[in-house]
Nanobody, 124 residues
Framework: QVQLVESGGGLVQAGGSLRLSCAASGRTFSPYAMAWFRQAPGKEREFVAAISWRGGSTSYADSVKGRFTISRDNAKNTVSLEMNSLKPEDTAVYYC?????????????????WGQGTQVAVSS
């Protein structure tokens, strides 16, 4: 079992930046690929970014490529999402997730463990 707790969400103006963090506890953190997903009101949960368990591979949704950066620190059992040039359409609840799959899965069904989410709101 892996417990995930997100932090760092908030309200920011368009063009601003936020850094989300996810702290993992429980079973060993390192073998798991980690990802961020988001869900806006009335929409399905969508993939944002993922990182392999060693950090050597990353994947991003086209909508955030060049603006968001995912990173992890296995020694501290944390994964972060640096979000720059935020847009109103980035407004959503952001979830951290852990997967035992190889590589950088992008579908929610590949992820076993989920955090409770942190709200990000971007005003225009």
């Amino acid at each position: 079992q892996v417990q995930l707790v997100e932090s760092g969400g908030g309200l920011v103006q368009a063009g601003g930046s936020l850094r989300l963090s996810c702290a993992a506890s429980g079973r060993t953190f390192s073998p798991y690929a980690m990802a961020w997903f988001r869900q806006a009101p009335g929409k399905e949960r969508e993939f944002v970014a993922a990182i392999s368990w060693r950090g050597g591979s990353t994947s991003y949704a086209d909508s955030v490529k060049g603006r968001f950066t995912i990173s992890r620190d296995n020694a501290k059992n944390t994964v972060s999402l640096e979000m720059n040039s935020l847009k109103p359409e980035d407004t959503a609840v952001y979830y951290c997730a852990a997967s035992s799959s190889v590589g950088v899965p992008t579908t929610p069904s590949r992820y076993l463990y989920w955090g409770q989410g942190t709200q990000v709101a971007v005003s225009s």
